[in-house]
């Protein structure tokens, strides 16, 4: 399995990015992926999740401002972020949770760093 994150990088407050996450190795078609974030010295937290079917789920701190999406056919999950924050800076990973299956394993991409500053 591999997640491989990208889109990061250096954005003024009010700004806007979108990361992307390649994923390999498993059924894309059939699960759920996830974003989180870990901000400087905090815990790892969920930002957003998406079913394989489409249903998203947000964390309330950027509700309305993020939007999660997938490609299937490019076996991409998408973070679009608008209105950025300096309290969004934070190292952003996707990940997908395979542990329902025999042998299998949670997995996380290596992350892309967001910083928001002026």
């Known amino acids: 399995v591999q997640l491989q994150a990208s889109g990061g990088g250096l954005v003024q407050p009010g700004g806007s990015l979108r990361l992307s996450c390649a994923a390999s190795?498993?059924?894309?078609?059939?699960?759920?992926l996830g974003w989180y974030r870990q901000a400087l010295g905090k815990q790892r937290e969920l930002v957003a999740d998406i079913t394989n079917n489409g249903r998203t789920n947000y964390a309330d701190s950027i509700k309305g401002r993020f939007t999660i999406s997938r490609d299937n056919a490019k076996n991409t999950v998408y973070l679009q972020m608008n209105s950025l924050k300096p309290e969004d800076t934070a190292v952003y990973y996707c990940n997908v949770d395979l542990r329902y299956i025999a042998g299998e394993s949670d997995y996380w991409g290596q992350g892309t760093q967001v910083t928001v500053s002026s």
């Open positions: 190795g498993f059924d894309f078609n059939r699960n759920a």
